[in-house]
């Protein structure tokens, strides 16, 4: 699976849109990016993933560049229940046979009131 | 929503004892997962299985860890003999690998050896 390069922290405002960047320059053809989130005592929590096309659900959006060696992850009004550690993963998706998730160190977000 | 279930929630054992904590995956999901979590490694894939069938143990300290699913609703993480650098949070996650969602975590178990 291909590395992923995450800033250590960030702060956000309350109510403001939160940009989480990822730097996924060696990412194969077939290999998704999967983002999730670890709020402090709690499991991994999946938020979105996408393979070229940007996504939205209920909780994110995700943006990918063209070529595929970035993304940012959107929250668009954080929240304090946001304050947490985000994980940018990259991996096969559909047809690997390589299932798991290798966790990198993520970006603790801060949101501030 | 459906959820990952995990038994127990904190369990403080001797140094020596034997551990074992439980899994129950969401009903369906074909795909388990046993992640440790400690300050200094982060999140660690420890085993995982598909079908039940075990795929990958290799993050595994062979020699005292073993993983098994003894049925679609259950899987279980032992350690035999523990030692006090057991200590750590220990996650379960199930999930489809055909299609291409997420996986769900547990609440975990935190463990400590003393």
């Known amino acids: 699976d291909a590395k992923t390069t995450q800033p250590p ?3 956000c ?16 053809g077939n290999e998704y990016v999967y983002w999730y989130r670890q709020i402090h005592s709690q499991g991994p929590q999946y938020i979105i993933h996408g393979l070229k096309n940007n996504e939205t659900n209920e909780m994110a959006s995700l943006i990918i560049t063209e070529d595929r060696k970035s993304s940012t992850l959107i929250l668009p009004h954080a929240t304090l229940r946001d304050t947490a ?6 991996r096969v998706g559909i047809g690997g046979s390589n299932y798991k998730l290798t966790f990198g160190k993520g970006t ?5 009131p | 929503d459906a959820r990952v279930t995990q038994t127990p929630r904190h369990k403080v054992t001797e140094m020596g004892q ?8 969401i009903l369906g999901h074909n ?5 440790r979590q400690t300050m200094m490694q982060g999140l660690e894939l420890l085993a995982y299985f598909r079908n039940r069938a075990p795929l990958d143990d290799s993050g595994m300290p062979k020699d005292r860890f073993s993983a098994e699913m003894p049925d679609a609703t259950l899987a279980t993480l032992k350690i035999q003999p523990s030692e006090p650098r057991d200590s ?8 489809l690998v055909v299609g ?3 996986y769900t975590f547990g609440s975990g178990t935190r463990l400590t050896v003393v």
């Open chain 1, 13 to 28: 405002a309350e109510g403001r849109a939160a940009n989480l960047p990822c730097n996924h320059s060696t990412i194969s």
């Open chain 2, 100 to 102: 291409e969602g997420g």
């Open chain 2, 88 to 95: 750590a949070v220990y996650f379960c996650a199930s999930g």
């Open chain 2, 31 to 35: 795909t388990v997962f046993w992640y």
């Open chain 1, 85 to 90: 550690v985000y994980y940018c993963i990259v």
């Open chain 1, 9 to 11: 922290s960030m702060d």
């Open chain 2, 18 to 25: 034997e551990v074992t904590m439980r899994c129950q995956p």
């Open chain 1, 108 to 112: 603790l977000l801060t949101v501030n």
